[in-house]
């Protein structure tokens, strides 16, 4: 099962599932039950079946998981992928647009895997991969609201791995940094943040460069075969970073004075 499989991370990881040979059914909250299946891939025997399905919806969680069950009699993986994008200075951003924010990137993976634990438990297996991001290791000025719902991920699931062990369900994160997908189109600019106010310069810079360096980074399929490396691996670990360069940015945040990397993201991003 892997949510937000539309477009982006999500679509470029069912599909490689499937042209693996894997029964792989992605969610969207466009798409509708079907009996027929969305793409097949006949040299393998793999299949995709899209599946609607709305993470900020409890009802709508339970259903997908019915439905898959119905058709399979278990699920053996989750890549939980759906999220947005809140952009603007954290004065400039109402409680509202926050709670926005986590409704879909915490709120919604904690649902599809609170529904999919008990499936799990029950086959005494199971495989959890969480999309987090390089922005819920090191928070980034007028993310502040994306960067606190991704730092929120990671804590879950590192109470998560714990928690599901004696089940014999495995749970990580990948860390993607910036990927050239949809979701910088897509994101969504705080109603604050569009006026002209205190902040505006330097948001209307940080956001640009934002967007140039999404539009210039990694392709979707190299995150892809990162979230299906850690599905096949027997023991796999917390968490995995995706680029050499973010490996090396998180590896000295490790080393280096706090100080000292707070300065390198403010000559980024402030």
Known sequence: MVTGASSGIGRATAELLMAKGHRVYGTSRKAAFSEKHDAEDKASGGFL???PLDVTSDASCEEAVRWILQKEGRIDALVSNAGNGLAGAIEDTSVSE???QFETN????YRIIAALLPVMRK????RIVVISSVAGAISIPFQGLYSASKFALEGLVEALRLE????GIKASLVLPGDTKTGFTSCRVTSERSKADGPYKESFTRS???MERDEQNGAEPMAVAKVIISLLMRKNPPI???VGFGYKAILFLRKLLPAWLVERF???LYA
Do not use: E, Y
């Not at 915490?106 to 993976?109: E, T, V």
């Not at 086959?123 to 199971?126: K, L, S, V």
């Open 49 to 51: 079946d899209m599946i």
């Open 98 to 100: 926050a709670k926005w």
């Open 106 to 109: 915490f709120f919604g993976s």
């Open 123 to 126: 086959q005494g297996n199971g």
């Open 164 to 167: 599901i062990a004696p089940f």
């Open 207 to 209: 956001l640009a460069r």
């Open 239 to 241: 968490r995995r970073t």
């Open 265 to 267: 993201v403010k000559m």
